[in-house]
């Protein structure tokens, strides 16, 4: 096949038959997993094909498989994953997709796949390479708004991946409450918010990037330079 499009993994989230609308009642008990077609989108408009993730998959069957991996958005990190108490703001917590998504980042390092991450993903990324986070950021949580609002200013370091994909600084959207306090090993934060959170991260010598905010939710989608990075660097392994 002439120019095959790359294979993107995205992770996702699992929920039980009670929380799906319009479900049977019958079967509250059973499990589904989801994740947002928004981000599939952003992959397909930049040329890759999105493979879901499901969490009872065995990552080692599937990762070599795969050109790239979309680590999405979602509930909170275990703080017991970066050495931490809860506190009493953490909100809900999914230790499955905890141990899926670190065992899955196992692979992805093995087999040097690039990967993206979002808000979520930014985390795991950073809790992966021996960082931690502040369980609660409520300033940046703007979660009254429509998903595509932008609220604040991201500033990028000049020379960074980030300036050479958005230039020098860029508005965006802000659902998180949780956020980096300390930087995992290998990577530099290369965009800060107005109150110098991090909001992008770059690795030093690997092919992975992550952003706090989400530019699957915004009207740029589908021209968003974080998902032409993942494909054109996932279409490199082709």
């Not at 019958?26 to 952003?42: I, K, P, R, S, T």
Request: hydrophobic fraction near 35%; proline fraction near 8%; charge should be negative.
């Amino acid at each position: 096949m002439d120019n095959p499009k790359p294979l993107i993994g995205i992770t996702g989230r699992r929920r039980t038959g009670d929380k799906l609308r319009g479900s049977l009642e019958v079967m509250n008990h059973l499990c589904f997993d989801v994740y947002w077609v928004d981000y599939a989108e952003g992959i397909i408009a930049a040329g890759g094909i999105p493979v879901f993730l499901p969490l009872s998959l065995e990552p080692s069957e599937i990762i070599p498989r795969l050109d790239g991996i979309l680590m999405s958005g979602g509930a909170d990190i275990d703080p017991v994953r970066y050495g931490a108490d809860p506190e009493p703001e953490l909100q809900s917590i999914e230790p499955v997709r905890d141990d899926f998504e670190l065992n899955v980042l196992d692979k992805v390092y093995e087999n040097e796949l690039p990967v993206a991450g979002i808000c979520r993903g930014l985390q795991i990324l950073n809790v992966y390479a021996g960082g931690t986070l502040f369980q609660d950021v409520p300033p940046h949580a703007a979660r009254k708004e429509p998903p595509s609002s932008r609220v604040h200013e991201v500033t990028f370091d000049d020379g960074s991946l980030f300036s050479d994909l958005y230039g020098s600084s860029i508005e965006v959207n802000s659902l998180h409450h949780q956020s980096i306090d300390r930087l995992g090993s290998g990577f530099l934060a290369t965009g800060l918010s107005d109150d110098q959170g991090i909001e992008a991260i770059e690795h030093i010598d690997r092919p992975i990037i992550a952003v706090q905010w989400h530019p699957e939710m915004l009207d740029t989608r589908d021209s968003d330079p974080l998902f032409q990075w993942l494909v054109q660097r996932s279409s490199e392994r082709l």
